[in-house]
Antibody, heavy 119, light 106 residues
Framework: QVQLVQSGAEVKRPGSSVKVSCTAS????????IAWVRQAPGQALEWMGG????????NYAQKFQGRVIITADESTSTAYMELSSLTPEDAAVYYC????????????WGQGTLVTVSS | ETVLTQSPDFQSVTPKETVTITCRAS??????LHWYQQKPDQSPKLLIK???QSISGVPSRFSGSGSGTDFTLTIKSLEAEDAATYYC????????FGGGTKVEIQ
C-alpha cells in the first residue's frame, strides 16, 4: 500500500524559511514524480512544483520561482520542499502528491502539513 | 500557462439528484484532465483520470467526459457522503487546478 507521510506542523516567523518532508513507502520511490501542492485557508489547490527523483529534474510554478527549492533523497525515499522569505500569505496546508507518471494524475497524497506564519 | 475555470462555484442539491460540474481550459489540453474530491480537513482524492478513465475503488456514480477545452464531472444519484469540494487538474503542461466546486447536500 502506497503511503506518503509528511512532517509535522510548523510555526514560522515572517522572512524565515520552512522545509517540509514527504516520505514514501509501499512502492519504488524513483519510478514516480512527486508534486507539491498548497492550499491556503478556504482557497483552492495550487501547484507549486515537482521533481522526478530518478532524473533529478525539477519544475516550479512561475509564482514561486526563486523562493522554492524541491529536492529528493532516493536513499530514504523522501522528497523535500523548502520555501523561503515567508509572509503571512504563505500560511497554508502543504501537500505532497505522487504523479502516477510524470505529467499525469496525482494518485496518492500525503496527509498535509500546516504551516503558520506569524510574528 | 493553462487556466482552468470551474462552474458552478457552489451547488446545493438533494440526495439522489444528478450533479454536473464543468471545467473549461484556456487552451486545448486533449484529455489531460483529472478530477479530485476533497472533504473538509482531508487530502484530495483522485476520482477520474484523463477525462473519463475510472479509478479503482471509486463508486460508479462518478463519471467524466470531455476533451480539448471542455470537460464535465457527473455524479449520478448523489449520496450524503458526496458532500465535498471537487477540483479539476490539467497535466498537459505545467500543472494547474480549477477553482473548485463545493457541493452541499440539502
Amino acid at each position: 500500500q502506497v503511503q506518503l507521510v509528511q512532517s509535522g506542523a510548523e510555526v514560522k516567523r515572517p522572512g524565515s524559511s520552512v522545509k517540509v518532508s514527504c516520505t514514501a513507502s509501499g512502492d519504488t520511490f524513483s519510478n514516480y514524480a512527486i508534486a507539491w501542492v498548497r492550499q491556503a485557508p478556504g482557497q483552492a489547490l495550487e501547484w507549486m512544483g515537482g521533481i522526478v527523483p530518478i532524473f533529478g529534474t525539477v519544475n516550479y510554478a512561475q509564482k514561486f520561482q526563486g523562493r522554492v527549492i524541491i529536492t529528493a533523497d532516493e536513499s530514504t525515499s523522501t522528497a523535500y520542499m523548502e520555501l523561503s522569505s515567508l509572509t503571512p500569505e504563505d500560511a497554508a496546508v502543504y501537500y505532497c502528491a505522487r504523479e502516477n507518471t510524470y505529467g499525469s494524475d496525482f494518485d496518492y497524497w500525503g496527509q498535509g502539513t500546516l504551516v503558520t506564519v506569524s510574528s | 500557462e493553462t487556466v482552468l475555470t470551474q462552474s458552478p462555484d457552489f451547488q446545493s442539491v438533494t440526495p439522489k439528484e444528478t450533479v454536473t460540474i464543468t471545467c473549461r481550459a484556456s487552451q486545448n489540453i486533449g484529455t489531460s484532465l483529472h478530477w479530485y474530491q476533497q472533504k473538509p480537513d482531508q487530502s484530495p482524492k483522485l476520482l477520474i483520470k484523463y477525462a473519463s478513465q475510472s479509478i479503482s475503488g471509486v463508486p460508479s456514480r462518478f463519471s467524466g467526459s470531455g476533451s480539448g477545452t471542455d470537460f464535465t464531472l457527473t455524479i449520478k444519484s448523489l449520496e450524503a457522503e458526496d458532500a465535498a469540494t471537487y477540483y479539476c487538474h490539467q497535466s498537459s503542461d505545467l500543472p494547474s487546478f480549477g477553482g473548485g466546486t463545493k457541493v452541499e447536500i440539502q
